[in-house]
């Protein structure tokens, strides 16, 4: 079955880096673009990187620009984020999800997300 | 640009019905019939309920149904069950966000 499978969270310091990885199995990875979403504790969805299949396509929200990157490996079946310079704001659940919806090259659906992974930034 | 705006909880018995709305504007909900709902239960990950609207994904229940009038969108839930107790969240493509892609605050739904 379709399953995404995320690891690499932890206990950072502001200032810190982490990296996040989502291994992928039971669809064919390099026909979809791919996503990391993150949830602060208690708090809503945000998006915050997008990859398109090939990963020459990335697009990033402002409040990560700069400071994290996603990557994918076809081969491996592997979506990464790289977190550098870690914020407290940064504090999550982050999730890995295959996009399910595209419009023009962007997704605007996500189906299905794994598990996520904690990522705490604390001092 | 500021997420979707949806009440903070609604409840409802089992066997009712009930509806949570999404507000956005003319350049998310209102301007495109991309608006997708997600239902979480605690500690778990978020799954699609409705996609582009009114679509239901193979395998979830008729008695989830999407629908939108200018720039608000609403989920209804029909025959309230206890498993439907779980936070739900609306989300539409924004063209003018930097991931296309805006998210709603959230609605806490409680099956009495």
């Known amino acids: 079955q379709v399953q995404l499978v995320e690891s690499g969270g932890g206990l950072v310091k502001p200032g810190g880096s982490l990296r996040l990885s989502c291994a992928a199995s039971?669809?064919?990875?390099?026909?979809?673009?791919m996503s990391w979403i993150r949830q602060a504790p208690g708090k809503g969805l945000e998006a915050i990187s997008y990859s398109s299949t090939s990963g020459n396509i990335k697009y990033y929200a402002d409040y990560v620009k700069g400071r994290f990157t996603i990557s994918r490996d076809n081969a491996k079946n592997t979506l990464s984020l790289q977190m550098n310079s870690l914020r407290v704001e940064d504090t999550a659940v982050y999730y890995c999800?295959?996009?399910?919806?595209?419009?023009?090259?962007?997704?605007?659906?996500?189906?299905?997300w794994g598990q996520g992974t904690l990522v705490t930034v604390s001092s | 640009q500021s997420a979707l705006t949806q009440p903070a909880s609604v409840s409802g018995s089992p066997g009712q019905s009930i509806t949570i709305s999404c507000t956005g504007t003319s350049s998310d909900v209102g301007g495109y019939n991309y608006v997708s709902w997600y239902q979480q239960h605690p500690g778990k990950a978020p799954k699609v309920m409705i996609y582009?609207?009114?679509n239901r994904p193979s395998g979830v229940s008729n008695r989830f149904s999407g629908s939108k009038s200018g720039n608000t969108a609403s989920l209804t839930i029909s025959g309230l069950q206890a498993e439907d107790e779980a936070d739900y969240y609306c989300?539409?493509?924004?063209?003018?966000?930097?991931?296309?892609?805006?998210f709603g605050g959230g609605t806490k739904l409680t099956v009495l």
């Open positions: 582009d609207v009114n």
């Open positions: 999800a295959r996009a399910a919806g595209i419009v023009g090259a962007s997704p605007h659906w996500f189906d299905p």
């Open positions: 989300s539409s493509y924004a063209r003018s966000t930097s991931l296309h892609v805006i």
């Open positions: 039971g669809f064919t990875f390099s026909d979809y673009y």
